[in-house]
C-alpha cells in the first residue's frame, strides 16, 4: 500500500509539472487517470521495490549530475567531429562488463550509455553489454568501466 501512496504522489506532481494549466476539469482528470494508473498497477502486481525503487532515489541525486555533465561532454565531442573534418570517426562495437548486481542496475547502465552521444547499447546480456561507439575517445572512456562503477553504486545494497 505504501507503494502505491508513492506511485500515485509521483504521479501527481509529474502530472502538475508537465500540465501547465491548473483548471478544475484538468485537476479532476488528471487525478483520475493517476487513480486509475495506480489502481492498474496493483491488479498488474507491478508496485514492487522493481517498479518502484524507493531505495535508488537518494543515490540517483547524486547520479544524475554525473550523467548530465558526463553526455554534455560527448555531445560535445560528437559536435566537433561532425564539423570538424580533421577530426576522425572511427566506429566501434566493443563489449562492456555490465556487472550491476540487478537487472535494474543493468539497464540503468545500458540506458546511461545509450543517452550519452556517440555510444549506443546494442544488446545487453547477463554479465556484459555490447555497445557501438563513434569515435576511439567514446570507447576508451567506456572502457574505464567509470560509468560502469558509478551505477553500481546505485544499487540498493
Known sequence: MVRSLAL??????LWLALSGRHGVLL????????MMTVWIARRMDIDDAEGLPGALFPRVLGYLPWLGKAIVASNMDVA??????RLPIEPEILTVTADQRTALGRVVYAN?????PGTISLEVRADEIEVHALSATAASELRTNNMGHRVRALEAK
Open 8 to 13: 500515485g504522489a509521483l504521479l501527481v506532481v
Open 27 to 34: 485537476l479532476t482528470l488528471g487525478l483520475l487517470s493517476v
Open 80 to 85: 566537433r567531429r561532425v564539423v570538424s573534418p
Open 112 to 116: 546511461s550509455i545509450t543517452l550519452t
